[in-house]
């Protein structure tokens, strides 16, 4: 038994050497101040530079925008593939890795193609700003692991139960959907969408291939050409963010299905 | 959890009879429930993928033509291209397996639902999913030429850049990657090492097996098809990636997505856009190959599944 945990031990002091390591130095690297010493001034370039905090507003935009898309488009489908058709959740599962290796210069290609060569109001309007036309495509690279998050969900209650207690008592499919199933996998809900957060605040290919330049990961790269520490302070500032949202999701969820087992 | 027999109630006719079609047997009000789901990928995803065979297969005028394709598959440059596409994928999937497989196990073999494995799962997500941008500048922070790491071991007597080293080499690359792929590697095969049953090692460790034989006999032979699965998705995921490359080097490494995007741009000679394409195609098709390879080898996984 002490070996085994002695073997543990030293996996996991070298998997924390080896991520914790890079993000120390993230942080002494974004603390450093032009004049040297050390400093936030890195870090309040978001707020001091008008372009960064445009770029910034711009992706919580399609942020938000492609969060409220996936979870429509997630939960309802996970919930009906659960209940009616078990028969090809196997296949729903392995189309959501899908995405994951779809290259995102690949569908830039495709959609710089479709920019470039097809006209009409319907894409002019589509390609009008960078909300409009990334966020439809972020949508599609959000949905596996959205998929999955809302699945796993899904797993963890007594769904078939939920929905007939409801129905039975008058609720309608939808009525069911939006105030049985929604609440009790708020905390997937909620992870799938802080997912999709990280994913707008780390996705340049597509928007850089397009030439939507306004968007906050593009615009840490343009910075970075010429101030290193100023996109390494907001990288990191954007990843730690990321991470304590969805950490505070996991033990929310953990406390509330704690406490429901002990009425 | 309680599981209902019977997965919807019994239609009208339980027993469609053979003799009037296969289509009877096919529930197609039921799947109209995920026609929208179908429908959104198909324009937004198959849009493009349209886009990109069809103009991969005309010329600049739209005329069918396969030059394209051969342009993208015997010039020099892109053949460079693959070529360390290819190393670095393999090379970084390999490593990401093998850590990523420890590091899911040791944090299994934790108690469940404690803190160590909230931060290990939720960590995993952010860094296998946030991808490109934040990690290259985490590595020039540590490894840069002034970065923190780059100049502890300077002081330690290892000077990196002296030593040849670059971060935005194909060595650099090839590290940064593997800070995705060790979390995607964990997501991955943690429901895996979940489905190996305690029963399983009891019953050996009652034959008389050492840990070593269960490890050799059972375990690992129950799991191997699905490491060989997550090891091709983390394969298609590095040969996809190039935010991390956009990030670190500004195109200065030789990779099919940098090929693509310098044909896409329009600063070669004209009609490059549709060799561009054509480069899209070829990747398109490799990760065809490794993803059908990865659905043969999830089904064998899922035979010692209970569900």
């Known amino acids: 038994m002490t070996r085994g945990r002695r073997w543990r031990a030293v996996v996991l002091a070298l998997a924390a050497l080896y991520f914790l390591l890079p993000l120390v130095a993230m942080l002494e690297f974004g603390l450093r101040a032009p004049g040297g010493g050390y ?220 406490a429901e087992r002990t009425p | 959890m309680i599981q209902l027999a019977g997965h919807r109630p019994a239609a009208a006719d339980p027993t469609p009879p053979l003799r009037t079609g296969w289509w009877r047997a096919v529930p197609w009000r039921d799947l109209l429930g995920v026609a929208p789901f179908a429908a959104y990928l198909l324009v937004f995803l198959g849009g493009p993928l349209y886009f990109v065979v069809s103009g991969a297969l005309s010329d600049a005028d739209g005329r069918p033509t396969l030059d394209n394709v051969i342009a993208s598959l015997t010039a020099p440059q892109y053949r460079a291209a693959f070529l360390s596409s290819l190393q670095v994928s393999a090379l970084t999937a390999v490593i990401g397996a093998v850590f990523g497989a420890f590091l899911a196990y040791a944090v299994l073999t934790g108690r469940p639902a404690s803190p160590l494995r909230r931060t290990v799962s939720t960590a995993s997500g952010v860094l296998a999913y946030f991808g490109g941008v934040p990690l290259a500048f985490a590595f020039i922070a540590a490894l840069g030429q002034t970065g923190l790491a780059t100049i502890w071991l300077r002081g330690a007597g290892l000077d990196l850049y002296a030593a040849g080293f670059r971060i935005d080499s194909l060595t650099g690359l090839g590290l940064t990657y593997v800070y995705f792929q060790i979390p995607l590697m964990v997501i991955l095969i943690t429901p895996a090492l979940e489905g190996l049953l305690p029963q399983w090692r009891e019953a050996a460790e009652n034959l008389g097996a050492s840990a070593w034989a269960y490890w050799r006999l059972v375990a690992l032979p129950v799991l191997a098809p699905a490491l060989a699965g997550a090891t091709l998705v983390l394969f298609g995921n590095a040969f996809a990636a190039y935010a991390t490359a956009l990030a670190l080097t500004s195109g200065s490494i030789p990779l099919v997505p940098t090929a693509i995007a310098s044909a896409l741009s329009g600063n070669v000679l004209v009609g490059q856009q549709n060799v561009g394409l054509a480069l899209g195609l070829d990747m398109v098709l490799v990760i065809t190959v490794v993803m059908v390879a990865y659905l043969a080898l999830q089904r064998r996984a899922n035979r010692w599944n209970r569900r």
């Open chain 1, 39 to 258: 400093g936030p001034a890195n870090f309040l370039a978001v707020v001091r530079d008008p372009v960064l905090l445009s770029s910034l507003l711009t992706s919580l935009q399609i942020a938000l925008v492609a969060a409220v898309l996936v979870i429509a488009l997630v939960v309802p489908t996970a919930v009906w593939v659960r209940l009616r058709l078990p028969a090809v959740a196997g296949l729903l599962e392995s189309a959501t890795i899908l995405p994951i290796v779809i290259p995102p210069v690949v569908m830039a290609a495709g959609i710089a193609f479709v920019q470039a060569n097809l006209d009409g109001p319907l894409f002019r309007e589509l390609f009008a700003s960078s909300l409009t036309a990334l966020t439809p495509f972020y949508v599609v690279l959000a949905l596996p692991f959205a998929y999955r998050a809302v699945d796993n969900g899904l797993a963890a209650i007594p769904l078939r139960t939920l929905v007939e207690a409801a129905r039975n008592l008058g609720a309608s499919m939808a009525g069911a959907l939006l105030r049985v199933v929604l609440p009790a996998i708020r905390s997937a809900v909620l992870g799938a969408a802080f997912l999709t957060l990280a994913l707008v605040l780390g996705e340049i290919v597509i928007a850089r291939i397009l030439l939507y330049t306004d968007t906050f990961p593009v615009a840490i790269v343009e910075v970075g050409r010429s101030q290193a520490g100023v996109a390494v302070a907001l990288s990191l500032a954007a990843l730690v963010l990321t991470w304590v949202l969805l950490l505070a999701v996991s033990f929310a969820g953990g406390r509330r299905t704690g």
